[in-house]
């Protein structure tokens, strides 16, 4: 069964760090994957995306995810933390066939002065 | 391109009452989903649309619901005899199958239902 995993739930990070939110998935043929954000009360901005190639990809706002098949994981990087940057980060899993979406729980991320 | 946009963004509501929400997609996308969140949880998929077909519900829509998209440019979500397990937020994408295109959905910002 296809499914997304973020096993943290809530990370509290303080400006100027670095910060990597986790992200496992278990799918049937080779994924499509996004990591979104999601500030309070809006919808879901899309932050990068991997399809197929180098398995770093680059995305909006300073953040890298990197792709590893041996591990089923897609894990959200950002070498220095804004305090804009608190939000709630999704991870997603799908193909590009139609409808097989699926988002993990999400990670909520609180930055500290 | 104006982005999806959906409409109301908030609506209250007694239990046992109708409810409607729109979804504009973005004009070119021929695919639309409608998904529901609620408070600490990730979006979990309701319904898709192929152009004006329906083409999947989720087990998590009941018979109080129904989804439709006529022409195959806006849609609807409408919820008969609300609950208040019905409260949430409702999100609408859109995507499309282009050629080149890896389907990554967009968002629209949500209508939020509270049913009290």
């Known amino acids: 069964a296809q499914s997304v995993t973020q096993p943290d739930i809530h990370i509290t990070v303080s400006e100027g760090a670095s910060l990597e939110l986790r992200c496992n998935y278990s799918?049937?043929?080779?994924?499509?994957l996004f990591w979104y954000v999601q500030s309070p009360g809006q919808g879901l901005q899309l932050l990068l995306k991997y399809f197929s190639g180098d398995t770093l990809v680059q995305g909006i706002k300073g953040f890298e995810a990197e792709f590893k098949r041996s591990q089923s994981s897609f894990n959200l990087r950002k070498p220095s933390v804004h305090w804009s940057d608190a939000a709630e980060y999704f991870c997603?899993?799908?193909?590009?066939?139609?409808?097989?979406?699926?988002f993990g729980t999400g990670t909520s991320l609180t930055v500290i002065p | 391109d104006t982005g999806v946009s959906q409409d109301p963004r908030h609506k209250i509501t007694k239990r046992g009452q109708n409810v409607t929400f729109r979804c504009d997609p973005i004009s070119e996308h021929n695919r639309l989903y409608w998904y529901r969140q609620t408070l600490g949880q990730g979006p979990e998929f309701l319904t898709y649309?192929?152009?004006?077909?329906?083409?999947?519900k989720s087990r998590l829509l009941s018979d109080r619901f129904s989804a439709e998209r006529p022409k195959g440019s806006f849609s609807t979500l409408e919820i008969q005899r609300t609950e208040q397990g019905d409260s949430a937020m409702y999100l609408c994408?859109?995507?499309?199958?282009?050629?080149?295109?890896?389907?990554?959905?967009?968002f629209g910002e949500g209508s939020r239902l509270t049913v009290l």
């Open positions: 997603a899993v799908g193909a590009n066939t139609g409808n097989q979406f699926y």
């Open positions: 799918y049937g043929a080779t994924p499509y």
């Open positions: 649309f192929q152009n004006e077909a329906q083409l999947e």
């Open positions: 994408a859109s995507s499309t199958d282009r050629r080149g295109y890896t389907g990554e959905l967009f």
